[in-house]
């Protein structure tokens, strides 16, 4: 029998071999930061399979299948739920959290996004691997002011009883990137907040591919022809690519598995 995650299905040697990590994997802060940032290098953020008409599945073996064995990447809670079911395996205590985009100010958003707090060395940690552009490390509950990640600046703020919004600055200028609370989060949660951002016409990933990496230099973004170059203090570059680079770009920036049909297709 399976727990209420499945994570007894993950195939675990086969995840590490993809993150190509083969360091510690004792339950410490030190290997949660280690395997975070093998992550982000190893998976992109993208949302192909939603524009190839395949839709999104989240149970693991289907997230698994897709960014493990086929070598794709995946939007938000296909990461988090992958790297969620591997903290678990290796024996950490991690909490799966539905977040609101969006900046202060803006009317509340539905809850489109999964980020997780895991817990270890006797602390609670934002762990996220599945915004795109977001933290490249965990990031302390407890933090206080800001915490600058290869010239990214980001503070994990509370928000009242419970609630919590992460930040970024850009430039001279904060944003909020998201919002969420300690609500308790179940599988059919995830089920029914994907099935609204894989769907809804209004969807930023419904009708255009979307594809997105940070490293510690710059944020490159591909959203339909156009191609972006951010850099940490805010100026970006843009420019807009004709069919060849579209398929070069999600290929070899982006380093996506993507066969000619596919690659038509898109």
Request: proline share 4%; hydrophobic share 45%; net charge negative.
């Amino acid at each position: 029998m399976t727990g209420e995650w499945e994570i007894e299905r993950l195939d675990l040697d086969a995840y590490l071999d993809r993150l190509a990590y083969d360091g510690d994997t004792s339950p410490t802060a030190q290997t949660l930061t280690a395997l975070h940032r093998a992550h982000l290098a190893a998976i992109p953020f993208e949302n192909l399979d939603i524009v190839l008409g395949r839709g999104i599945e989240v149970d693991l073996d289907s997230v698994q299948a897709k960014l493990v064995r086929r070598r794709r990447g995946g939007y938000c809670f296909e990461h988090g739920l992958l790297l969620a079911a591997a903290l678990e395996r290796l024996g950490y205590a991690v909490d799966r959290l539905l977040a609101r985009v969006g900046d202060d100010g803006e009317p509340p958003r539905a809850r489109t996004h999964m980020a997780l707090r895991v817990h270890a060395d006797g602390e609670a940690w934002l762990a996220d691997v599945g915004f795109g552009n977001g933290i490249l490390e965990p990031l302390p509950f407890a933090a206080d002011g800001a915490v600058t990640q290869e010239g990214w600046t980001f503070a994990l703020a509370a928000a009242g009883a419970h609630a919590w919004r992460l930040r970024e600055r850009q430039g001279e200028e904060w944003m909020t990137r998201y919002a969420f609370d300690d609500q308790r989060v179940y599988p059919a949660d995830v089920v029914m907040a994907n099935h609204f951002t894989a769907t809804f016409p209004r969807s930023p990933f419904v009708g255009q591919a979307v594809a997105v990496r940070r490293d510690g230099e710059v944020t490159r973004r591909l959203v339909g022809r156009r191609l972006s170059v951010t850099r940490p203090d805010g100026s970006t570059d843009e420019r807009d690519l004709g069919d060849g680079e579209v398929a070069e770009v999600l290929l070899e920036v982006f380093r996506l598995s993507l066969g000619p049909e596919e690659l038509a297709a898109l």
